[in-house]
């Protein structure tokens, strides 16, 4: 015969002073160009490592801190932090020449970089041919896109063709002696200037799980390659989901994931935006959001189409994406407006719909029905937190959450960094 003798169980202890550390992956939540880079700049002020885990040369982020302006197009926004770490994840595309301009400019902006930014030899390398072959395969598409020519598309397509070129690939003796002549005098002098930024993704990141982390996609979520207006895309992962694989984590030590999004909405370049401003019925809202948020392209200088705040594509985004909270940007965009419009269904041959479509047939025939809510008419640059906000403007935000069922959880009402506030902790796990 046993006897079981029980214990009393022991108390776990931890140090109270010691905080959970917490992954966040924010995302543009539109078609781009929301305002990610001077969010990720702010919300990295309590993470030790921004991680950039998509995209390439194309993307495009303007960080305003006091009277400096930076213009990051590959390192990760949340450089400009003191003694934070700036990692370009495997997922990147990165060229090497745009790469150290980029870093030369910020250096004579008074950035010390040096030591603190990373890349991981995973990524994939942009080679100076790789932009005539982009250009080149624009002119002939069935259906032009619009794209960039920066070489982006093509060195995604020779990474799914097993036939790229890997940043790690630089110090193996083996790939090197497969290029040409051209390539290898291209990137000699990267090479060795490289050298000392280069790091296993991986190793490092579970060294360094013990900190506060903040992974940064490129473009928004509607240019995915898999889930956005297809073939109007950008050619990597935009999605939340992109951030396990290009930036060296686990999808389980995602701990939230973070929605940014504009008061309107705007697209580059071609493909369907149902919400678009259009001559003869509102283009001269357009044509006023325009000139107000100086909506011109970081990269390419392009006008921006613009368009009225679209909650059924909002909405699809914070399904697909998982969204614990959304960001909004540039409400203060439209404080001269006495009326404002967002997009409530779609419809489309007379049907009407709050399911964001997938053929692009139906998005260009989209009509929006809109809802109206009275202009707050009011300076909202000054205000300082949410209290602080005109009963319209706390109106509007708390339709769009009720429409879809997500908190706002930072709202920014200028383009500098002080001109942002909390509505909720964000670094805490959801």
Not at 215 to 228: K, R, S, T
């Amino acid at each position: 015969m046993h006897t079981m003798c029980i214990l009393p169980k022991k108390r776990r202890t931890t140090p109270e002073t010691k905080e959970s550390p917490v992954n966040i992956v924010i995302v543009g939540a539109q078609w781009g160009d929301e305002g990610k880079g001077k969010m990720v700049d702010y919300l990295a002020e309590d993470a030790k490592i921004t991680v950039r885990y998509s995209g390439g040369a194309n993307a495009g982020h303007t960080i305003i801190t006091g009277n400096t302006t930076y213009k990051v197009h590959l390192v990760p926004s949340g450089i400009v932090g003191k003694d934070k770490i700036a990692v370009l994840g495997s997922g990147m595309v990165i060229d090497p020449e745009a790469l150290f301009s980029e870093l030369e400019e910020l250096k004579s902006q008074g950035l010390d970089w040096e030591g603190r930014v990373l890349v991981s030899d995973r990524a994939h390398l942009v080679l100076p041919h790789y932009k005539d072959l982009d250009k080149d395969m624009e002119s002939k598409r069935r259906i032009p896109i619009g794209t960039t020519g920066r070489g982006i598309g093509i060195a995604y397509a020779q990474k799914a063709q097993r036939d790229g070129l890997r940043v790690g690939d630089l110090y193996s003796q083996t790939v090197w002696n497969t290029l040409s002549e051209s390539e290898k005098s291209y990137l000699t002098p990267y090479k060795d200037k490289m050298k000392s930024m280069v790091i296993n993704q991986a190793s490092f990141m579970a060294k360094h799980k013990g900190e506060n982390t903040l992974f940064e996609g490129a473009q928004g979520v509607l240019l995915d390659l898999d889930i956005g207006t297809y073939p109007f895309v950008s050619s990597g992962v935009s999605a939340a989901a992109g951030a396990s694989l290009g930036g060296g984590i686990g999808p389980r030590a995602i701990d939230k994931i973070l929605g940014v999004f504009k008061a309107y909405c705007t697209r580059v370049g071609n493909g369907p935006f149902p919400t678009e401003f259009k001559a003869g019925r509102d283009e001269e809202k357009g044509l006023k959001l325009r000139e107000i948020g100086k909506e011109f392209g970081v990269t390419t200088g392009r006008a921006r189409r613009c368009g009225y705040l679209d909650l059924v594509a909002l909405k699809y985004v914070v399904q697909t994406n998982s969204i614990d909270g959304l960001i909004i940007t540039k409400m203060d965009i439209y404080d001269t407006f006495d009326e404002i419009s967002v997009c409530t269904a779609y419809d489309i041959n007379g049907t009407k719909t709050e399911d964001f479509p997938t053929s692009c047939d139906e998005l260009e025939t989209v009509v929006p029905v809109t809802k109206s809510f009275k202009g707050w008419m009011t300076d909202l640059t000054a205000c300082k937190s949410y209290l602080d906000l005109p009963q319209e403007a706390k109106v509007y935000l708390k339709f769009i959450e009720d429409y879809l069922g997500t908190p706002i959880s930072v709202v920014s009402v200028g383009p500098d960094r002080d001109q942002t506030f909390y509505r909720e902790a964000v670094w805490t796990k959801s």
